[in-house]
């Protein structure tokens, strides 16, 4: 094949069209539920892309997204249930004793209201986090071990909280979305569109920024923090404001993943899907936005596969899969594409130039 | 690694990928050209996670019924094809995958679900899609949906009656333990209103979260306040430790009497007989209930997975809600969602626990509510029952001191 065909191709910026063009033609051979099941990967896909931001670029590891994919869910589910309930206060806290709608609840009533809290109030609660721990200094590990914290903080809370936050049933039921039913398949494919209008958009600002002067401090943060402290960079803030725009991420990837799946529980933002969150970037190969993004696509179309075709067995396949990666391919999927794209190079100009963006 | 080798196993990588696509696609074309003599049923439990445990055992039953509907000629002359989906102990899981099971495998029902919260997740997919599903759990009442028929005990069918027969019994100072869900939280509003009712004492309230194991705070507050009762309805694997803890802290059944909603037989196994002999449970079912339906059935179920296997409530009710529903369909004449709620209505099958009856009205079964002491064989020995089918009150409707749980 043509090499230089081959380097075109499998640059980051060629990746994601080709990847869209498949995502916008793909609902017209599949079924319905498939259809709306690639819509909730795709709103995965949106959340991993602010998470590679955070880790891929940067360097901080936080195994704490749940928490804004969820406070964007929440938010979002309550204004769902609102518009379906027939009575004023969801039928859950009448069983809790709850006489009068909690504030909470009256404040995300209003559509306009809901969207725009789904995606600002996970920035907040990051960008207060987010200020006191970098401004502190705590990093690495130790960051990470706080957002896991959190993550477990959070979701008790919701749990024990069972009058506002219907418990670990969570907020489900919700019937109607700007008076279309959510379960009818227009609405379904309507939503997948909007889904992956909002994937485009959040890559090409996202890709952008990594291409920008402030994208390349992000990479020196990431590799030589200390250095670029000394060379009067205040980190912290940076790292501040990277950490609340992968939130305001999550939380719209929250917002658009409850639409589409019609219920969010605690289970669905804890630790283990904090966790996976993380593998999706570390599977599609982090400090690459594509990756991520095909990773967490790929990830949950397997997951989906394999369960559906070994129901009792399929977590064994998955698990071989995630070894396979981890193992032999540390740089993830987009590896394997560097590896090709590595080789092409070699062909044209006959030796082999060194790999860009090495992780620390 | 040489690149060589990366390249092969890249290869081979996305060959499993591949494979695994196609063998999605040739697994649908299948189902599509499925032949009409056979009707697929849709069986939806966690098979992973931390509810596989209990879920696969009432899963197997259900299997079990179909294949005994399937060698009894089938139903409609058909024969009855399970399409097994793991919902992974997530309620999302078993949101999308209810969708699956509808909308692309096309049954019309589905028996599945355990927690409240996959029910609760299932229950907006089954309207939207009019599809049936059979849910095998007592549970936390409250709830009437169209497509939904409920086989566990409705409030009244086993907490109700256990907190008479407690007070009859055991005593009148109360002491609530429960997981952090729904189901202790309304079971336990139920309880304090109906002590309320009858002048006995709550004398405290505790909640921990699920798969909580250290229960040292709770038992010396049980220590402290010397209730004469416990009645607990934690769930899972916080049995466990919380029977453990106790028989260690030297508290027997003679100092205070535990009551569980939610320790079957499996369960005890878990436990350990020892720690938990002497102690009761309120059921519709044990395996060591007499009749002859439960004889070939407990038999029926050890021969089948192995001779170590129980049987227990949920079990029993995940296979004979699969007989109630044959038989509805074959009184409908058709597997059609609408004609089988129609037709639903008296349905009755001889279950292991006595006979069971559907209630049309608000899709419950009838069924004999019982109590059993813990032997030291794991086994229950029935200590009182209630003599008859009793009827599903899912609203506590018939208790004037419930009303305030019920109404706003």
Redesign the interface.
């Known amino acids: 094949m043509n090499t230089q065909i081959i380097q075109y191709f499998t640059s980051r910026k060629w990746l994601f069209m080709i990847l869209f063009a498949i995502l916008v033609v793909l609902p017209s051979i599949l079924?319905?539920?498939?259809i709306?099941?690639l819509g909730?990967f795709i709103a995965f896909a949106i959340l991993v892309i602010g998470l590679d931001l955070l880790w891929g670029y940067t360097g901080v590891l936080s195994l704490g997204h749940g928490i804004f994919f969820g406070v964007g869910a929440y938010i979002m589910a309550m204004y769902l249930t609102m518009a379906s309930e027939d009575s004023i206060?969801p039928e859950?806290m009448?069983?809790?004793g709850i006489?009068e709608l909690p504030v909470l609840w009256v404040m995300f009533q209003h559509p306009a209201a809901a969207i725009a809290g789904a995606i600002v109030v996970p920035m907040l609660i990051a960008g207060v986090i987010g200020f006191f721990t970098f401004r502190n200094r705590i990093k690495d590990v130790y960051f990470t071990i706080l957002t896991q914290a959190l993550v477990i903080a959070t979701v008790?809370l919701i749990?024990?909280r069972?009058d506002i936050t219907g418990?670990?049933?969570?907020l489900?039921?919700?019937?109607n979305f700007f008076g279309h039913?959510?379960?009818t398949p227009s609405t379904q494919l309507f939503l997948y569109y909007v889904s992956l209008a909002n994937l485009a958009i959040v890559f090409i600002l996202c890709y952008k920024l990594t291409k920008s002067r402030f994208g390349k401090a992000l990479i020196a943060i990431r590799d030589q923090e200390n250095r670029l402290r000394f060379s009067g960079y205040n980190t912290a803030i940076y790292k501040t404001f990277i950490f609340t725009l992968s939130a305001g991420i999550a939380g719209l990837a929250g917002m658009l993943f409850v639409t589409q799946?019609?219920?969010?529980?605690p289970?669905?933002i804890g630790i283990v899907p904090s966790i996976e969150m993380a593998l999706w970037v570390a599977i599609g190969g982090r400090g690459t936005l594509v990756g991520p993004v095909i990773g967490a696509i790929?990830v949950n179309a397997?997951k989906?596969?394999?369960?559906?075709?070994y129901?009792?067995m399929?977590?064994y396949f998955l698990g071989a899969?995630f070894v396979?990666?981890v193992l032999?391919?540390p740089k993830g999927l987009m590896g394997?594409v560097d590896?090709f794209k590595k080789?092409g190079e070699k062909d044209v100009s006959g030796n082999s130039i060194p790999q860009t963006g090495s992780h620390s | 690694m040489t690149s060589k080798k990366k390249l092969i196993l890249s290869v081979n990588l996305f060959g499993i990928v591949i494979a695994g696509c196609s063998a999605i696609a040739a697994y649908e074309a299948n189902d599509e050209s499925g032949e009409e003599e056979k009707i697929p049923v849709g069986i939806l439990h966690s098979l992973s996670g931390t509810m596989a445990m209990s879920e696969t055992s009432v899963m197997d039953a259900e299997l079990m019924a179909i294949e005994e509907i399937n060698e009894a000629g089938g139903v409609l002359g058909k024969e009855l094809v399970p399409i097994i989906e793991d919902g992974a102990s997530q309620p999302s899981t078993f949101s999308e995958r209810a969708s699956k099971l509808l909308q692309q495998d096309g049954v019309d029902v589905i028996f599945g679900g355990w927690t409240s919260a996959s029910r609760k997740a299932m229950l907006p997919v089954l309207e939207g899609n009019n599809g049936l599903l059979f849910y095998p759990i007592q549970y936390e009442g409250m709830e009437a949906s169209p497509n939904i028929f409920y086989n566990g005990a409705a409030p009244n069918q086993q907490i109700v009656p256990a907190v008479d027969w407690l007070l009859e019994n055991k005593g009148d100072e109360f002491f609530l333990l429960g997981s952090d869900y729904v189901f202790p939280r309304l079971a336990n509003q139920i309880i304090s209103a109906q002590l309320e009712e009858n002048d006995a004492t709550l004398v405290d309230e505790q909640y921990t979260p699920m798969g909580h194991t250290d229960y040292n705070t709770v038992i010396s507050r049980i220590q402290e306040s010397k209730p004469s009762v416990i009645f607990n309805t934690l769930n899972g694997d916080s049995n466990v430790a919380f029977f453990q803890q106790l028989a260690d802290a030297g508290i027997t059944p003679d100092d205070v009497t535990v009551l569980s909603a939610s320790v079957a037989e499996e369960e005890i196994t878990g436990i350990g007989a020892d720690a938990i002999e002497g102690h009761y449970a309120s059921w519709n079912y044990f395996q060591s209930t007499d009749t002859a339906e439960n004889e070939a059935f407990a038999e029926n179920y050890q021969e089948a997975y192995g001779s170590d296997r129980v049987t227990g409530d949920p079990i029993e009710a995940g296979y004979f809600m699969v007989h109630l529903w044959a038989k509805a369909v074959e009184e409908a004449g058709t597997t059609d969602v609408d004609e089988v709620r129609a037709a639903a209505d008296g349905i009755q099958f001889d279950a292991p626990n006595g006979t069971v009856t559907i209630d049309g009205d608000t899709q419950h079964v009838h069924k004999t509510v019982r109590i059993g002491e813990v032997q030291e064989d794991g086994q229950f020995e029935e200590v009182w029952n209630s003599g008859k089918p009793v009827e599903p009150d899912p609203y506590l409707e018939e208790f004037d001191w419930a009303s305030d749980i019920t109404e706003p």
């Open positions: 079924t319905d539920f498939h709306n099941l909730q206060i859950f009448i069983w809790n006489t008790t749990v024990s069972q418990g670990s049933d969570g489900t039921g919700f019937t039913s959510l379960q799946l019609g219920i969010i529980t289970e669905e790929l397997a989906a596969g394999f369960s559906e075709m129901p009792e399929w977590p899969v396979i990666v032999f391919f394997i590896h080789r």
